[in-house]
């Protein structure tokens, strides 16, 4: 087994299987209260919730969809000595999103909660549903008959859900938030991959059209700074991807959807650096997103989550084939750099660049960043 891999194997999993989103740096033990010293609770937290019940498990479906995403290529690779014990990791990671699902059925089937602190709350958001249905529908093909019956139940449910309630949903202290409409496509499409239905993949087509002017829609650009393209530049092309594979796609909407993949990724890659990380935010030209001339000190804490952009490239070149050695190239600079010790939620040398309120979080080795490393490297070693 790869290092990276045992290390996430010894340090990032709970007695679930759920990938943490966060681990202590110094202890490499899941956050505990005193990972928090000095640190007052914002107030816009959830009631009832610590640091670390919140820390811990933020991002745990992407982290844990992520890690699920990265042994189904890892078990695409023919040469692998050690497909056994990743057929197991893989179905164990399947029951961890499914224990995650499980948890959200105390609302309701289809709910797929942030199980803040291991246990229910009324808290989700669209790119912890993307990483599970995305992880799921990867993992199909090799799944059990059993765990076959489990997907073709959940993914439906997941994107019923969201249907139901017009893509409306409170978000912490944003009431009936509407979110973006361009996230709920893909999620539809798939759903119909699964159960077909006439009426759902009209409506995501509908969505689509309408809305169509604003692929990439993660774009940063126009608030005049490239901020968390991370974020951006995976949820953009795993949308994309999902809809480019879909057989309800008309083949009008692929070129739009290749094209938004290139522009996203001509302004996240502007974020990477020589030493292997990302910057979080950059000042850039607002009409063309072209990074604008500056100092260091103009620029946001530099983060390991640079291995969520370089899988994305590895994702999309196979759409832009004009990107594969860029991408490539990209992908084994930041591999080669970051080591397991130095896979920072945010860089500790770069806690001055943050709110103060925030700068605890250079305390952390991040979940999503050793996740992204692994299905980069599958995903390389797929070429």
């Not at 361009?182 to 759903?191: C, G, K």
């Not at 993949?261 to 607002?286: H, N, V």
């Not at 305390?363 to 490393?373: P, T």
Request: aromatic share 12%; proline share 5%.
């Amino acid at each position: 087994m790869d290092s990276m891999q045992t290390f996430l194997e010894n340090h990032f999993l709970d007695e679930n299987g759920v990938v943490y989103s966060q681990i202590d740096a110094r202890t490499l033990l899941p956050a505990e209260a005193e990972t928090f010293a000095g640190v007052e609770t914002p107030a816009w937290y959830p009631a009832g919730m610590t640091l670390p019940d919140f820390w811990n498990y933020e991002n745990c479906g992407m982290t844990t969809g992520g890690y699920l995403c990265a042994l189904c290529c890892m078990l695409a690779d023919d040469r692998r000595k050690d497909r056994d014990l990743l057929k197991a990791q893989a179905q164990r990671t399947f029951r961890a999103l499914h224990h995650i699902y499980t948890i959200g059925m105390q609302w309701e089937e289809g709910f797929f909660p942030k199980i803040w602190g291991n246990r229910f709350s009324r808290q989700t958001s669209t790119d912890q549903y993307l990483y599970a249905m995305f992880a799921m529908d990867r993992y199909y093909p090799i799944a059990s008959e059993e765990e076959r019956g489990l997907i073709r139940r959940m993914i439906p449910a997941m994107a019923e859900f969201w249907r139901k309630r017009n893509y409306t949903l409170t978000y912490y202290h944003v009431k009936d938030m509407v979110w973006p409409p361009l996230r709920f496509p893909p999620l539809l499409l798939l759903a119909g991959k699964y159960v077909p239905d006439e009426d759902r993949t009209e409506e995501a087509l509908r969505i689509l059209s309408e809305n169509l002017e604003k692929i990439p829609e993660n774009s940063r650009r126009k608030s005049g700074r490239l901020y968390h393209l991370a974020d951006a530049v995976t949820m953009d092309v795993m949308d994309q991807i999902l809809m480019l594979e879909s057989e309800f796609l008309p083949s009008s909407f692929r070129e739009a959807l290749t094209a938004g993949m290139e522009k996203i990724w001509f302004e996240a890659r502007q974020t990477l650096t020589a030493d292997g990380f990302y910057w979080s935010s950059m000042p850039c030209d607002r009409s063309s997103g072209v990074v604008l001339p500056g100092t260091e000190a103009q620029y946001g804490a530099r983060s390991a989550w640079s291995t969520m952009v370089v899988r994305a490239g590895l994702q999309l070149s196979s759409y832009v084939p004009s990107l594969k050695e860029e991408t490539l190239k990209c992908a084994e600079r930041v591999l080669a750099k970051l080591t397991q010790e130095m896979l920072y939620y945010y860089h500790p040398d770069d806690a001055g660049k943050l709110d103060r309120s925030k700068q605890f979080e250079v305390r952390f080795l991040s979940g999503d960043a050793i996740v992204n490393w692994l299905w980069a490297k599958a995903l390389l070693g797929n070429r």
